[in-house]
């Protein structure tokens, strides 16, 4: 009986040249089979063995989105032409579930937010609150707001602390005006949609979400 392994897309890196075997190296070379390494041979083959599964689901799970939502967009035209009504919200925001309720389909549309210069004024809000506070500032407003504000390598802003400090209930005109700031310098500038499937044993029972991400099977 053949193993998974022996079963497993390769992508292949072994050229027939001159009678000979040979592997393609990284500078695009030919290199006698006889003169590469059996460890490097061993590491290719492992390489090439993953990327075949990875290239293969990826594709897979391409070809599932694009049915995802023809199957909705079916839907969708079916219930369009039958009731003159659409499913989901204002953003596009849905959810489905099976006649047993047992199977359940969410679709949810997020946009994408980026900041304008805006936020450099709320920053100096925030600092002279924080600095005339000064030993009366508690020490995780100062934690969050150094989060909010620090970049990270990619120069990005810290989204979820920022709209963590929108959360804070401060009195403070000059906090107040900083928020302001924050959320006047909020531009949506696209959106991505999710699919999420989830499924139960029973009618009534809990929730288990169909896991879809690598990282957390």
């Known amino acids: 009986m053949a193993s998974e392994h022996e079963s497993a897309p390769l992508l292949p890196n072994?050229?027939?040249?001159?009678g000979a075997?040979?592997?393609l190296d990284a500078k695009g070379r030919l290199v006698p089979e006889a003169l590469v390494r059996p460890q490097d041979q061993l590491r290719d083959e492992t390489v090439r063995r993953?990327?075949?599964y990875a290239v293969a689901l990826s594709e897979q799970m391409a070809r599932f989105k694009q049915h995802t939502f023809d199957d909705i967009g079916a839907l969708e035209a079916v219930l369009a032409q039958e009731y003159g009504a659409t499913l989901g919200g204002e953003k596009g925001n849905m959810t489905l579930t099976s006649f047993d309720g047992r199977y359940k389909v969410?679709?949810?549309v997020a946009d994408r937010i980026d900041f304008g210069p805006e936020l450099q004024i709320a920053k100096a809000l925030v600092d002279e609150?924080?600095?005339e506070w000064a030993a009366d500032a508690r020490p995780e407003i100062r934690a969050i707001v150094t989060r909010a504000f620090n970049t990270d390598k990619a120069g990005q802003i810290n989204r979820a602390e920022i709209f963590m400090l929108l959360r804070l209930d401060i009195e403070d005109e000059r906090w107040k005006r900083a928020m302001s700031a924050v959320r006047d310098a909020m531009q949506v500038v696209g959106s991505r949609t999710y699919v999420r499937c989830y499924r139960r044993?029973?009618?009534d029972g809990a929730w288990t979400p169909?896991?879809?991400d690598l990282a957390t099977l």
């Open 50 to 52: 993953i990327m075949g």
């Open 201 to 203: 044993d029973t009618h």
């Open 210 to 212: 169909v896991v879809l």
């Open 14 to 18: 072994r050229h027939e040249a001159g």
């Open 106 to 108: 969410q679709v949810q």
């Open 129 to 131: 609150c924080l600095n």
């Open 21 to 23: 075997w040979h592997y």
